[in-house]
């Protein structure tokens, strides 16, 4: 097991794969809050998922779409469309050979700000809120590709 | 090209490796079955998809959402919303020193979970048959993302 | 961080973080395109996101769904069910050890079509301009998993 534990061994590396776990886990929690929303709103999409509630007619009433619903899922496309760059670009700048200051402050920086998005998107806060921390999210991902192109440059 | 392939002699990482490409291949399979209906319902979204079938109010009539079409596409974004974790959580979880046995374990699981998952929602078959597979897929990465953050800790 | 800096001194290894990098800056222009498209067509999905234009009903006639806002989503979403399989297979294939020539054969076909696929969807360039940009992507990403496959393999 020598080979793979080197890389966890690298402090810049642990640090990268802490923040990584943690959008990842924040990410999965919106499916959670779908399906909440969903049972509490008794708000489904799939024919299948509404059958303990009465067969037919009955049931059909519940193949709706519902405000709250529909908001966790725009939340969630959100971070998919967001942390899966990070998760990428990350990755890559993790094995870029920056100092740990400087990835550190990339990561927390990318985390706080999807955690307060996920918080502005939910809630909801007024604007300009989401859009801002949303903004930090994607400015964190720049800079850490903008390294990676620069340390690892071949086209 | 010695230093690349010291990892891929790794045989956790090999089957990482393996699992992953399956994962996404099946992924991926999911464009296809969406075309496939959206050629056979000729259910399309894009005005240029429907040229072939003629021009102006002919074609208009194809463009319409369709149940089986709707139905791979959520089965689609379920699949992004729980392999995409799965690849990030599960690369660091390689590397983070598991015994192949229990690596392979949580792949096996996850892979077979995910398949399953699929055929439940294309039958469909009726719940909780599609929620148990997506709960055993979710469970197991929550328990390699556990694994991760307690062999990398660094905030 | 002599550990960490080995990997992105591999050839194949650099190639494919300047690919990576640049699909991934592509795909997160998609959010701009959307932004921007939301802003003039004035074409928002959240109250709150409609606040500076006004209260109450003055506000409410925003939130609706544009053409042109759409079309972009469409494209991001695309681009997330084919660019997540490039990242992660293509991270997999960079470590099985493959030619350098080889390597940078797959990536800038993949890039390339991801890029034309991109003007071929928003322009829009009529059928199978996008059909064909897409599937050399796919059809990369499908030799590239075979790469893997053929040397990982530990099922």
Same mark, same amino acid.
């Given at each position: 097991?020598?080979?793979?534990?080197?890389l966890i061994?690298?402090?810049?590396?642990?640090?990268?794969?802490? #923040?990584?776990?943690?959008? =990842?886990?924040?990410?999965?929690?919106?499916?959670?809050?779908?399906? +909440? +929303?969903?049972?509490?709103?008794?708000?489904?999409?799939? @024919?299948?998922?509404?059958?303990?509630?009465?067969?037919?007619?009955?049931?059909?009433?519940?193949?709706?779409?519902? @405000?709250?619903?529909?908001? $966790?899922?725009?939340?969630?496309l959100n971070?998919?469309?967001?942390?899966? !760059?990070?998760?990428?670009?990350?990755? =890559? +700048?993790?094995?870029?050979? !920056?100092? =740990?200051?400087?990835?550190?402050?990339?990561?927390?920086?990318?985390?706080?700000?999807?955690?307060?998005?996920?918080?502005? #998107?939910?809630? !909801?806060? !007024?604007?300009?809120?989401?859009g801002l921390?949303?903004? $930090?999210? #994607?400015?964190?991902?720049?800079?850490?590709? +903008?390294? $990676?192109?620069?340390?690892?440059?071949? =086209?």
């Open positions: 097991m020598a080979k793979s534990t080197q061994d690298n402090e810049v590396f642990r640090a990268y794969a802490t #923040y990584t776990a943690i959008v =990842l886990l924040k990410m999965m929690l919106m499916s959670l809050i779908t399906a +909440y +929303y969903r049972i509490t709103r008794k708000a489904f999409v799939n @024919p299948e998922d509404t059958e303990s509630f009465g067969k037919g007619e009955s049931a059909k009433k519940f193949l709706r779409t519902d @405000p709250d619903v529909e908001r $966790v899922r725009r939340g969630h971070d998919l469309e967001n942390i899966v !760059p990070f998760v990428g670009i990350g990755l =890559l +700048y993790a094995l870029s050979g !920056p100092e =740990l200051s400087t990835a550190l402050l990339h990561f927390r920086m990318f985390a706080g700000a999807r955690i307060l998005h996920t918080f502005a #998107y939910l809630i !909801p806060l !007024p604007q300009p809120g989401r921390s949303w903004a $930090v999210g #994607y400015s964190v991902t720049f800079s850490m590709a +903008y390294k $990676v192109l620069k340390t690892a440059w071949l =086209l």
